[in-house]
């Protein structure tokens, strides 16, 4: 699977979906719920599978997932049971930047 900016990925065990935001071209596996994601033009339907345990911390609409480098960056667009993860490294949640005081 090619995986580009502005691509939408789909899990195949919940809810899920994310919007690609930046992402690395040595970027592989990237899973929700211990499963495989799949680009929105490739999705069949759910795969029957369900979350692995260990992998249901969920995820959260409107929230930036990052790798800790910040190589990927992924916006959740719909919410799921299942979370995120690159290579078996769970993607941590992004936290906003305050901004400047303005007086």
């Given at each position: 699977?090619?995986?580009?900016?502005?691509?939408?990925?789909?899990?195949?065990?919940?809810?899920?979906?994310?919007?690609?935001?930046?992402?690395?071209?040595?970027?592989?596996?990237?899973?929700?719920?211990?499963?495989?994601?799949?680009?929105?033009?490739?999705?069949?339907?759910?795969?029957?599978?369900?979350?692995?345990?260990?992998?249901?911390?969920?995820?959260?609409?409107?929230?930036?997932?990052?790798?800790?480098?910040?190589?990927?960056?992924?916006?959740?667009?719909?919410?799921?049971?299942?979370?995120?993860?690159?290579d078996g490294v769970?993607?941590?949640?992004?936290?906003?930047?305050?901004?400047?005081?303005?007086?």
């Open positions: 699977m090619a995986v580009s900016v502005g691509v939408t990925l789909l899990s195949t065990v919940d809810e899920t979906a994310v919007v690609v935001v930046r992402w690395s071209a040595d970027a592989a596996a990237l899973t929700c719920g211990g499963v495989p994601m799949v680009a929105k033009a490739d999705y069949l339907g759910p795969s029957g599978a369900r979350v692995e345990a260990g992998h249901a911390s969920g995820t959260l609409l409107g929230k930036r997932y990052a790798t800790p480098d910040g190589a990927v960056e992924l916006l959740c667009v719909k919410p799921g049971q299942g979370s995120l993860a690159l769970p993607l941590e949640t992004k936290t906003a930047k305050p901004l400047p005081a303005s007086d």
